[in-house]
């Protein structure tokens, strides 16, 4: 059974940092490994998707990275602003059965001004 | 565009009585996801749709959660009766198809809660 974690549970950094974001998966067999921004009361955000075959994708100052192998995937998140605070989640994409994603169960990201 | 759009947005029921959601996914999207998200929990999927078919409901609760999606396009939820433990954010999702990449596109969801 995938399972998918993520550390840390919640984060605090000042304005300007770089930070990364940590999730892991048990099964490499996926599909694809996407990461969601989650606001507080709204739904979620794609910010990146990447394929199976492909281990990194970039968007502005966000590049995921994924090691299908060891089962990891990073997000980086460069220089960063208040406006980054949010829950960050990663889900896979099973290839067995209905090939439904399965979530983590979040990094809190706080960015202080 | 218009983007998924749910109703209502909360929800307070008391035990033991019915509760239904709604879901308007994206023009032209043929898949559609209802995720319940416990608080500080990832959302996990309830069932999906491939146009009216339900090809994924393992994970509903089909003593009490009953769903529909008629003409392929517009979902109904239903709890019926609800139970305190029911109380979570209920999302719907929908993605152009069951595609590997394709994205899956969230609505804000609807938070209920059951006294």
């Known amino acids: 059974k995938q399972e998918v974690t993520q550390i840390p549970a919640a984060l605090s950094v000042p304005e300007g940092e770089n930070l990364v974001l940590n999730c892991s998966f048990t099964d490499s067999a996926i599909y694809n490994l996407q990461w969601f921004r989650q606001d507080p009361g709204k739904g979620l955000t794609s910010l990146l998707l990447i394929q199976s075959s492909q281990r990194e994708q970039t968007s502005g100052r966000l590049n995921a990275s994924l090691d299908k192998s060891s089962g990891r995937s990073t997000l980086y998140i460069a220089a960063s602003q208040p406006g980054d605070s949010a829950t960050y989640l990663c889900?896979?994409?099973?290839?067995?059965?209905?090939?439904?994603?399965?979530f983590g169960t979040g990094t809190r990201l706080k960015v202080l001004a | 565009e218009a983007g998924v759009v749910q109703s209502p947005r909360y929800k307070i029921i008391e035990k033991k009585q019915p509760v239904a959601f709604w879901c308007n996914p994206i023009?032209?999207?043929?898949?559609l996801y209802w995720y319940r998200q416990n608080l500080g929990q990832g959302p996990e999927l309830l069932i999906r749709?491939?146009?009216?078919?339900?090809?994924?409901d393992s994970q509903l609760p089909k003593d009490r959660f009953s769903a529909e999606r008629l003409k392929g396009v517009d979902s109904t939820l239903k709890i019926q009766p609800a139970e305190l433990g029911d109380s979570a954010v209920y999302l719907c999702?929908?993605?152009?198809?069951?595609?590997?990449?394709?994205?899956?596109?969230f609505g804000p969801g609807t938070r209920l809660t059951v006294l």
């Open positions: 023009s032209g999207h043929n898949t």
């Open positions: 999702a929908s993605s152009p198809s069951a595609a590997r990449t394709d994205t899956q596109y």
């Open positions: 749709y491939e146009n009216e078919e339900a090809v994924d």
């Open positions: 889900a896979v994409r099973t290839t067995s059965g209905t090939y439904k994603y399965i």
